[in-house]
T-cell receptor, first 114, second 112 residues
Framework: KQEVTQIPAALSVPEGENLVLNCSFT??????LQWFRQDPGKGLTSLLL?????REQTSGRLNASLDKSSGRSTLYIAASQPGDSATYLC?????????????FGGGTRVLVKP | ETGVTQTPRHLVMGMTNKKSLKCEQH?????MYWYKQSAKKPLELMFV???????ENNSVPSRFSPECPNSSHLFLHLHTLQPEDSALYLC???????????FGPGTRLTVL
């Protein structure tokens, strides 16, 4: 059974500092990995999707890396801003043999202080 | 706006009530999902519909009953719920069940 863990559960940084969010998964046979952002009481917004054959994806200040063999992904957010305050979730999708199931981590709650 | 809408946004119901949650997607997708997000627990997949047929039910209690009348609409019918069913219920859609999922804003459900 796939398990996804995100550490730390919460993170507080001053504005301008770079953020590093970690995600680990137990079964390396994944199809892809997705990072989401969730604002309080709201739905999820997709940030980046990395296919299993890729090592990283970049979008603006966001960069996500994937090391499938070690079961890890890291989301980097450069030059953090107060608007980056949210909960960040990672989710791994396993292949058709596992029903294309998306398994989520518990999230990292980020606070960027002005 | 992700193209996925959910109504109502907030719902308070008693344990003997019957209510329904509605999800609508305007993205032309052919797969839809219900997720449950409880406090301090990861998102849990409840139901998956692909081409309007239910393809996955993750051992969800029968007091939750999904309905997918067409590829754009998904309902979750609720009856005889328990206080521990209080949670944020999220709907998502995708084109094919192995592609990126787009989420709605969720319905915050409180069962008294």
């Amino acid at each position: 059974k796939q398990e996804v863990t995100q550490i730390p559960a919460a993170l507080s940084v001053p504005e301008g500092e770079n953020l590093v969010l970690n995600c680990s998964f137990t079964d390396s046979a994944i199809y892809n990995l997705q990072w989401f952002r969730q604002d309080p009481g709201k739905g999820l917004t997709s940030l980046l999707l990395i296919q299993s054959s890729q090592r990283e994806q970049t979008s603006g200040r966001l960069n996500a890396s994937l090391d499938k063999s070690s079961g890890r992904s890291t989301l980097y957010i450069a030059a953090s801003q107060p608007g980056d305050s949210a909960t960040y979730l990672c989710a791994v999708r396993q292949g058709k043999a596992a029903g294309n199931k998306l398994t989520f981590g518990g999230g990292t709650r980020v606070l960027v202080k002005p | 706006e992700t193209g996925v809408t959910q109504t109502p946004r907030h719902l308070v119901m008693g344990m003997t009530n019957k209510k329904s949650l509605k999800c609508e997607q305007h993205l032309g997708h052919n797969a839809m999902y219900w997720y449950k997000q409880s406090a301090k627990k990861p998102l849990e997949l409840m139901f998956v519909y692909s081409l309007e047929e239910r393809v996955e039910n993750n051992s969800v209690p029968s007091r939750f009953s999904p309905e997918c009348p067409n590829s754009s609409h998904l309902f979750l019918h609720l009856h005889t719920l328990q206080p521990e069913d209080s949670a944020l219920y999220l709907c998502a859609s995708s084109q094919g069940s192995d592609n990126e999922q787009f989420f709605g804003p969720g319905t915050r459900l409180t069962v008294l």
